[in-house]
């Protein structure tokens, strides 16, 4: 109970103590309150920051299965499939590497196409020629335009411009302010002569449809016989941080 200044009798020296008395509890009782208030506020941060960790790994472990299955699925043989797998694991763990240095916020767009298209410059001859607005991409729309830029790489490396010395590869990144759109072209040139495949692989139905399914956008695949294009075409809502005032 705090102490009261009505008992009688007290001289001037005990009423100052009581007083000081009483101040040192009501600011101990405030500190509480204060403790009290940020302990509950740790506590609800703590329990949001488990659960994306949760939904970020469930996400993780449902695309390594996914990689794995149609990997194998497309494969012609165990070897072939093994290396797919590799290769597509190696694509997801960088991008979650750069993700990573950025605390999973958001990745700036420059970095994200460097991350993706540096392992594939395999002659060192700079065959990629990159053109891009540097925007901020969130690190849930991350993740699917790396691994769309990975299937592009990979496909080029084996069958496209990247497998031959004079070929070369065009990436131009803009935004459509009015339209509110984000549009990122790919265009293979000097490689050689580009026939469309019998059937769609793995790589092209990940491009074509997961990349429409995770970021609501249109994947343009065209196999022209001068080489590969793809236009990219997506919603800057679905690609940029959500910026909470």
């Not at 580009?194 to 790589?203: C, K, L, S």
């Not at 994947?219 to 294009?229: D, E, I, N, Q």
Request: proline letters at 3%; hydrophobic letters at 45%.
């Amino acid at each position: 109970m705090i102490a009261s200044e009505q008992a009688s009798g007290m001289d001037s020296e005990e009423k100052m103590g009581l007083e000081a008395q009483n101040a040192n509890l009501r600011s101990l009782l405030a500190q509480a309150g204060i403790d009290a208030a940020e302990h509950k506020v740790a506590d609800r941060l703590q329990r949001i920051l488990l659960e994306e960790l949760h939904h970020r790994v469930k996400n993780t472990l449902a695309i390594v299965q996914a990689i794995t299955n149609q990997s194998l699925r497309s494969a012609e043989s165990l070897e072939q499939g093994r290396e797919a797998i590799e290769a597509r694991l190696a694509a997801l763990g960088r991008v979650h590497d750069l993700l990573l240095r950025a605390s999973w916020d958001s990745v700036k767009l420059a970095d994200l196409l460097k991350m993706a298209t540096a392992p594939f410059d395999t002659l060192g001859a700079g065959q990629f020629f990159i053109q891009s607005t540097n925007i901020e991409v969130a690190s849930g729309a991350a993740l699917p335009l790396a691994m769309t830029l990975n299937e592009l790489c990979t496909n080029a490396v084996k069958y496209g411009a990247l497998s031959t010395p004079e070929g070369r590869v065009e990436i131009t990144a803009t935004v459509d302010e009015r339209a509110k759109q984000f549009q990122l072209a790919w265009e293979e040139k000097g490689g050689p002569t580009v026939h469309a495949p019998t059937r769609r692989g793995f790589g092209t139905r990940l491009i074509e449809r997961g990349f429409v399914g995770q970021l609501q956008g249109e994947a343009r695949l065209t196999f022209a016989p001068s080489g590969v294009v793809c236009k990219l075409d997506v919603p800057l809502a679905a690609l940029q941080p959500i910026i909470s005032n």
